[in-house]
């Protein structure tokens, strides 16, 4: 079955430690795109890559970074600087034409992390 | 900048009933989509209804159907015969057709109760 996947479900990491995030789809699409969800907050996006070995930063960046350098694959490195990392965690991926997808994102089931 | 927002952080409908929940948003674009997706308990995004801005005939999915009032910049979600299974936040989102290194644009939910 086609989809995304992110591992791990729940994440737990102490106060200055960098943890990374994975996300795999097998949708083969081009484009791939990481939010943040806290409460009462929506979805706000990290970052997002339409191609491989290439991403923009979105609304808030900071203290994240992220590679692209297989289509199927978008891991999400939070670092130590990012001063309140504890939220859950969306992967998504869509093909990079927003016409051709008619706009649709596909979404993994997500990751909790908190910090301890 | 396009910006999506939803007035009711929290509604609740009666089982079988019918329920609207109301997005507004603002752009200089002419040609867009527009969704809902749904987050139930499990926290996977599921898409719910896509709209077309160029359509003039409003979207409907089985019980879920939509208002779209372009010239208003609204874009309200109807759901009938309202089920258990409904409870979640709903999301209203918007993305431009046009632009391949766009995104889509999220408000900040509303979180609809189904009462027994």
């Known amino acids: 079955d086609g989809g995304i996947t992110q591992s791990p479900k729940y994440l737990f990491r102490k106060e200055g430690q960098n943890v990374t995030l994975s996300c795999e789809q097998n949708l083969n699409h081009d484009a791939m795109y990481w939010y943040r969800q806290d409460p009462g907050q929506g979805l706000r996006l990290i970052y997002y890559?339409?191609?491989?070995?290439?991403?923009q930063k979105g609304d808030i960046a900071e203290g994240y970074s992220v590679s692209r350098e297989k289509k199927e694959s978008f891991p999400l490195t939070v670092t130590s600087a990012q001063k309140n990392p504890t939220a859950f965690y969306l992967c998504a991926s869509s093909i990079a034409e927003a016409s051709l997808a008619r706009g649709h994102q596909f979404f993994g089931p997500g990751t909790r992390l908190t910090v301890l | 900048a396009q910006t999506v927002t939803q007035s009711q952080p929290e509604m609740s409908v009666q089982e079988a009933e019918t329920v609207t929940l109301s997005c507004t948003y603002d752009?200089?674009?002419?040609?867009?989509?527009l969704f809902w997706y749904k987050q139930p308990p499990s926290r996977q995004m599921i898409l719910v209804i896509r709209q077309e801005a160029y359509k003039q005939q409003n979207a409907t999915e089985n019980r879920f159907s939509v208002n779209f009032q372009k010239a208003a910049k609204s874009f309200s979600l109807k759901i009938s015969d309202s089920q258990l299974g409904d409870a979640a936040m709903y999301f209203c989102a918007y993305r431009k057709i046009m632009n391949r290194d766009d995104k889509i644009i999220f408000g900040k939910g509303t979180r609809l109760h189904i009462l027994p």
């Open positions: 752009t200089s674009e002419s040609d867009y989509y």
């Open positions: 890559s339409q191609i491989v070995n290439d991403f």
